[in-house]
C-alpha cells in the first residue's frame, strides 16, 4: 500500500503517512462520511479556523499578538482570515440579491429627481464593498498609530495586521446578522445603526484594550480620540467629493432632474 499523496510505502495498519501526515483513506466516498469530514473540518474546537474565531473574542491578544510576534501555526494567518471574510461577505451578497432584492433599496429616502442617481451610488457601493472594506485598513491603521503615538509597541504594518483581524472578525458576524435580518424583515437602517456600527466600535476597543494593555479609561479616551479623526476625515473626503461635483457638472445634473420632476 502507498500513500495516495506522496506516494510513500506504507504498511497495511497505517492510519497515516509516516512521511507526509496524510491520514489513510480506505473507504470510497459516502453521503455520511462526506459530512463527517466537513463537520471534523470547520466544527471541530482543534479545527484552527473555528479555534481562531472564538478566540478573536476571548483573547484576541493571543491570536493577533502572537501573529505579529511570529506564532503561525496556533490561529489561522491574517491573509486567510480576511480573505474567509471576503468570501463571506460576497456569499451575503449573493443570497441577498437572489432572496432579498429589495433589501438595499434606498429610493423612498432619495430627493425627489435624484433618486436613479443615488441608486447608482448606492448600487457602486454594495457592489465593490469587498474592495471599500480593503481600503478602511490602511485608514484605519494610521489613525490607529496616531492614536498610540505615544505607545511605540507596534509598527504601520503591524497596525494594518491588527485591523485585518479586526474587520475581518467584525464582517464575518456582520454578513450573518445580516442575511438574518433581511430573512426577518429588519430594516437595514436599525441593523446598521443599532447592531453592526456599535460592535465594530466597541469589539475594536476591546481588541485595542487587549493588545495594548490599557485600563478602561485609557482605551475609551483613545476610542473617542479616534472616531474624532474618522469623522474629521470623513468630512473632508465628503467636502473634495462636493468640490469635485462642481466642477465635473454633478450639482447641475441633479438641478436639473429636481426641476424636471417639480415640472412634471
Same mark, same amino acid.
Given at each position: 500500500m502507498t500513500c495516495k499523496n506522496c506516494y510513500t510505502a506504507l504498511?497495511?495498519?497505517?492510519?497515516?503517512?509516516?512521511?507526509?501526515?496524510?491520514?489513510?483513506i480506505r473507504n470510497r466516498l459516502t453521503i455520511r462520511n462526506l459530512f463527517e469530514h466537513f463537520s471534523e473540518t470547520f466544527f471541530n474546537y482543534d479545527n484552527k479556523l473555528l479555534r481562531t474565531f472564538i478566540s478573536l473574542f476571548t483573547k484576541p491578544?493571543? $491570536?493577533?499578538?502572537? &501573529?505579529? /510576534?511570529? $506564532?503561525?501555526?496556533? &490561529?489561522? /494567518?491574517?491573509?486567510?482570515?480576511?480573505?474567509?471574510?471576503?468570501?463571506?461577505l460576497g456569499l451575503q451578497m449573493f443570497i441577498l440579491n437572489k432572496f432579498f432584492p429589495n433589501y438595499f433599496?434606498?429610493?423612498?429616502?432619495?430627493?425627489?429627481g435624484v433618486e436613479d442617481i443615488q441608486k447608482q451610488n448606492m448600487d457602486f457601493i454594495i457592489e465593490y464593498q469587498s474592495f471599500v472594506m480593503m481600503l478602511y485598513i490602511p485608514l484605519y491603521a494610521i489613525i490607529?498609530?496616531?492614536?498610540?503615538?505615544?505607545?511605540k509597541k507596534f509598527?504601520?504594518?503591524?497596525h494594518i495586521v491588527i485591523f485585518m483581524y479586526v474587520l475581518a472578525q467584525t464582517s464575518i458576524i456582520g454578513s450573518v446578522v445580516t442575511v438574518l435580518s433581511a430573512t426577518f424583515g429588519l430594516s437595514i437602517f436599525i441593523l446598521t445603526y443599532g447592531f453592526i456600527l456599535p460592535f465594530q466600535i466597541l469589539y475594536s476597543a476591546y481588541c485595542l484594550k487587549k493588545i495594548f494593555k490599557l485600563?478602561?479609561?485609557?482605551?475609551i479616551a483613545r476610542t473617542l480620540l479616534f472616531l474624532i479623526i474618522l469623522i474629521v476625515l470623513f468630512v473632508l473626503i465628503i467636502i473634495i467629493v462636493i468640490v469635485f461635483m462642481i466642477f465635473?457638472?454633478?450639482?447641475?445634473?441633479?438641478k436639473a432632474a429636481q426641476k424636471a420632476v417639480s415640472l412634471s
Open positions: 504498511k497495511e495498519t497505517d492510519d497515516y503517512c509516516n512521511s507526509c501526515g496524510a491520514k489513510v491578544e493571543d $491570536v493577533i499578538g502572537g &501573529y505579529i /510576534n511570529g $506564532v503561525r501555526k496556533k &490561529y489561522v /494567518n491574517v491573509i486567510s482570515y480576511f480573505a474567509l471574510a471576503l468570501t463571506l433599496d434606498f429610493s423612498s429616502l432619495a430627493t425627489n490607529s498609530k496616531l492614536v498610540f503615538y505615544n505607545l509598527n504601520y504594518t503591524e485600563r478602561v479609561k485609557e482605551i465635473s457638472g454633478g450639482f447641475e445634473e441633479m
